[in-house]
């Protein structure tokens, strides 16, 4: 029969079976009729002749049967016929059914919500053409990455040979205004071929000509589609006009696409070329071109792997040309760190997001063990069905067959719920998850999750049902029918004390982690930051305009303008009432302000020319460590005095102090800090030290100068503002004031210093968040696996403990029987998660602070909780057994 007669003859039959059916028995009684008219032939009686081919022919009925069970079509009732009575079956159940299916939407959910967030950073490519080509390089650092000069950058993009493109990029915040309040806009200012790297274009307008990416070129912007519809309405003839950024026009000559996506800063909006001039770099490295503060990124030739293109930088970086010198801080010297976008953007944060991973797959874990553990305890239940089952004829092969069904029907309705749970669990996580967690827009419920989901339910579900399957496979299907006693315990119960041996054992090395975290964050958030962050509210000034520039004809008036804002505006925020104390500072201690764009070298008067440190550049105003709550160690600290006509005097902080003068007193000492054609600058008082970029991190060596005092004028400041009541509500009151004296300043990051403490360990709290709930999951699976297989046991040895309590057994002595079960269960899951404890924390090393992978205190605690825990599922079943009456329990016998 060909392919196609096969398929249109088996959906006749699914579509009419009942005519499928008459026409069988039609050609059945055909053949019958025959088969007597033969035997009549022979010379039978019409009664013998009847008999004779009923002998011949056996069981019309089986033959019809046998008939229909041929062709795929069968295969396909007797699954639906097995889905029918595997609904069947959870229906009349309702207490295994909801507590299963509860049980696998938490495992699947969360596993489905982890699996949303982690794909986009680690899993899933970039969206952008070929990004395995797509490489981001570093200069090296003391080993770390570190941002590189447009020297670099000229000196690479013209000797390399593998590259397609090599672009850079820094961060551009211009201000826009017209509106009710200037806005400050995040953006990119990048070379011609950024887009190009990226394997982009604008899908209206064209993307940046070389000739805008010269020094004094034309002014120029893309926009993305968000600002696009958000400022412009959409308005399509944006394109060509110009508008205001600050007080210069910027010609509009592309729209990016709604779909593009820059996951190198996924918050920018708008892009500019970059205008550096090449011939500044010649004999001069004290031009900005020299300075590095740009990051850059390159797409390989095609057919080139990451290896080669790689050994090629690492050559040019060892073999320096006279064409192009090179000054110390860029000399290439230790190489150059090359690594794929997608690796590099991850890198930070791939530690935790595979520690979160590992979490949720025992969380998984622990709810497959606990459906197992239900299944093999209803299967125990139904060994009496089995075995009346097979007395009527049904093969191993068919109820084994049904048992996959019925669970794979139960991982069904999990998965589904598990989706559900997915969803909603994966808002909060977006909510609560740092701002710096990459490719954060594209976390999201999408195919790839739904196959996941797919893919996990399926395969519990199979395993779930191959497990009970296999103990029937080993059994005789009628000994079950004398087991299907009360007096007898239920078969596969080792399997289950196992199961749930396992299932404490993870559920022990998830609170493990979550216990060394948490013990890990407190002490981290018990840190001293080194100045007092209660009451203290922070925002940031950004200044924009043509009245801040330096002419040649006037190099300083520019600067001489921006300190008097800063200054007018300072005094306008402190006659505020509320505002206890008011400063400012170019960079403020745990903000996202970028600590390279403040790290300086720093030489003392005794050291050679080419010694030094590295130090942070704090310009300051007048009274800015009263309030922040700095301490002075000794000295004074700078205050009014400190005017650009009075000798430059400066603050160090307390760990610079002692690793250059030890027990000597360094005031009075002078430094270099910047250039150092510069007068110097005198010591005149030491401060304490204070946390710069994390609390985790010592970094802390500072220098504190008068803003009147530095070489430039910072162009952004933020205002540190200390409250008598509530910081939080001063804010518009402030900003006002600020507005007052230029309306066109934008005011931007809001935040009182507490809050902002807090968002700068918010990598460490996410993880922590993610692992206390896993935890608690985690503890309340196992308590419930406890407490399922101590209730079976209680009710299939109630015949014993009846027994028991007959011959004198006390309820205490029962109780103590069957909590004694339970908790050497818990103890022996303990011990085998001992091992497995040791190698997860392991994992999270890198995420702990202060805190030993074995600390006892986490340890002991943990087993005291899961102890506890255990103890109050075992108690249930314990005070139930410890009720049994002997009398009604051995009449029932």
Not at 172 to 185: A, F, H, N, V
Not at 514 to 536: I, K, Q, T, Y
Not at 540 to 562: E, K
Not at 843 to 859: C, K, Q, Y
Request: glycine share 8%; charged share 20%.
């Amino acid at each position: 029969m060909s392919l196609w007669r096969q398929l249109t003859y088996g959906l006749r039959g699914l579509a009419r079976r009942a005519n499928r059916s008459q026409e069988t028995d039609e050609e059945l009684r055909h053949y019958f009729e025959e088969a007597t008219a033969a035997w009549r032939a022979r010379g039978l009686s019409a009664e013998d002749a009847i008999r004779a081919a009923r002998r011949e022919f056996g069981s019309t009925a089986a033959i019809e049967e046998q008939v229909l069970s041929y062709g795929w079509e069968n295969s396909v009732r007797t699954f639906f016929s097995d889905l029918h009575f595997a609904a069947r079956q959870l229906r009349n159940h309702p207490g295994f059914a909801v507590i299963g299916i509860l049980t696998l939407a938490l495992g699947v959910g969360a596993s489905t919500a982890i699996f949303s967030a982690i794909n986009p950073i680690l899993f899933k490519p970039l969206p952008y053409p070929n990004p395995g080509r797509i490489l981001m390089i570093w200069s090296t650092n003391q080993g770390a990455r570190s941002e590189v000069s447009f020297g670099t950058y000229y000196e690479l993009a013209q000797r390399s040979h593998s590259f397609d493109t090599i672009a850079i990029f820094e961060p551009w915040q211009p201000t826009i205004t017209g509106g009710s309040q200037p806005e400050r806009l995040e953006g990119q200012s990048v070379s011609a071929g950024f887009f190009r790297v990226l394997g982009v274009s604008p899908v209206v307008g064209r993307d940046f000509l070389a000739s805008e990416n010269v020094f004094n070129g034309p002014k120029v912007v893309i926009l993305s589609d968000k600002i696009w519809r958000r400022l412009f309405h959409s308005d399509p003839a944006i394109l060509g006009r110009a508008i205001k950024l600050g007080d210069d026009n910027y010609t509009v000559v592309g729209i990016m696409s709604p779909d593009f996506e820059d996951v190198l800063a996924p918050s920018d909006e708008i892009w500019t070329p970059t205008q550096y001039d090449p011939e500044k770099m010649a004999g001069n490295f004290n031009s900005w071109e020299w300075g590095n503060h740009l990051r850059m990124i390159g797409r390989l030739n095609p057919g080139l792997s990451r290896t080669e293109g790689k050994d090629e930088l690492t050559q040019i970086a060892r073999s320096p040309w006279r064409e192009f010198p090179r000054p110390r801080w860029a000399s290439l010297q230790h190489g150059l760190i090359v690594d794929s976008l997608q690796d590099d953007i991850a890198h930070t944060v791939k530690p935790a997001l595979l520690a979160v991973l590992g979490a949720v797959i025992l969380v998984l874990a622990i709810a497959w063990v606990n459906v197992v553990n239900l299944v093999l305890a209803r299967g125990s239940q139904r060994r009496g069905e089995f075995a009346v089952r097979g007395a009527l004829g049904a093969s191993k092969r068919r109820i084994i067959r049904q048992l996959i069904t019925e669970n794979l029907l139960l991982a069904s309705f999990g998965g589904v719920a598990g989706i559900a749970v997915a969803i909603v669990t994966l808002r909060e996580l977006v909510a609560l998850s740092p701002a710096e967690l990459p490719r954060r827009g594209a976390i999201a419920i999408d195919p790839a999750t739904f196959f996941f989901a797919f893919a996990i339910t399926a395969i519990i579900g199979i395993a779930s049902g191959l497990i009970p399957a296999i103990h029937i496979s080993r059994e005789e299907l009628q000994t079950g029918l004398q087991q299907n006693s009360r007096r007898s315990a239920g078969g596969g119960t080792a399997t289950r004390r196992g199961l749930v041996v396992s299932e404490v054992a993870l559920a022990f090395i998830l609170l493990i982690s979550a216990g060394l975290l948490l013990h890990s964050m407190r002490r981290l958030l018990a840190v001293e930051p080194g100045f007092d962050s209660s009451h203290l509210l922070t925002m940031q000034v950004v200044t924009s305009g043509h009245q801040f520039d330096n002419p040649a004809s006037a190099p300083d008036i520019g600067d001489r303008t921006r300190r008097r804002f800063f200054e007018q505006a300072l005094d306008a925020v402190r006659r505020l009432p509320g505002v206890e104390d008011a400063a400012f500072t170019s960079l403020l201690p745990l903000s996202d302000d970028p600590p390279v764009d403040a790290l300086y070298g720093a030489q003392f008067e005794d050291q050679g020319a080419d010694a030094g440190y590295n130090v942070f550049r704090y310009a300051v105003s007048p009274g800015y460590c009263q309030t922040m709550g700095i301490p002075l160690l000794s000295g004074r600290f700078l205050d009014e005095r400190d005017t650009a006509s009075a000798p430059q005097t400066a603050l160090i902080s307390e760990s610079m102090a002692k690793s250059h003068f030890g027990s000597q007193n360094p005031l009075g000492k002078r430094l270099h800090v910047g250039p150092r054609d510069r007068p110097w600058y005198t010591v005149v008082g030491v401060v304490g030290d204070v946390k710069q970029t994390s609390l985790a991190i010592n970094q802390a060596d500072a220098v504190y100068l008068a803003t009147e005092q530095t070489w430039f004028a910072d162009d952004t400041l933020s205002f540190v503002i200390r409250a008598r009541a509530q910081p939080a509500e001063l804010a518009p009151a402030i900003e006002r004031a600020i507005w007052s004296i230029d309306k066109n300043q934008p005011v931007v990051r809001v935040m009182t210093m507490d809050r902002m403490i807090a968002v700068t360990e918010a990598e460490r709290g996410f993880v922590l968040i993610l692992f206390e709930a896993f935890g608690i999951v985690a503890l309340v699976l196992a308590a419930v696996g406890i407490y399922g297989l101590l209730s079976g046991n209680v009710t299939e040895r109630a015949r014993e403990i009846g027994v028991r309590a007959a011959l004198g057994a006390s309820r205490g002595d029962i109780l103590a029987l069957i909590l004694r079960d339970g908790m050497r269960l818990t103890g022996l899951g303990i011990a085998v998660g001992l091992c497995g404890a040791i190698a997860a924390t392991r994992a999270i090393t890198t995420l702990l602070f202060g805190t030993s992978p074995l600390d006892p205190i986490a340890w002991v605690a943990v087993i005291l909780m899961l102890a506890g825990v255990s103890a109050m599922a075992c108690w249930a079943p314990a005070w139930r057994a410890s009720r049994v009456d002997p009398s009604i329990t051995l009449r029932a016998e």
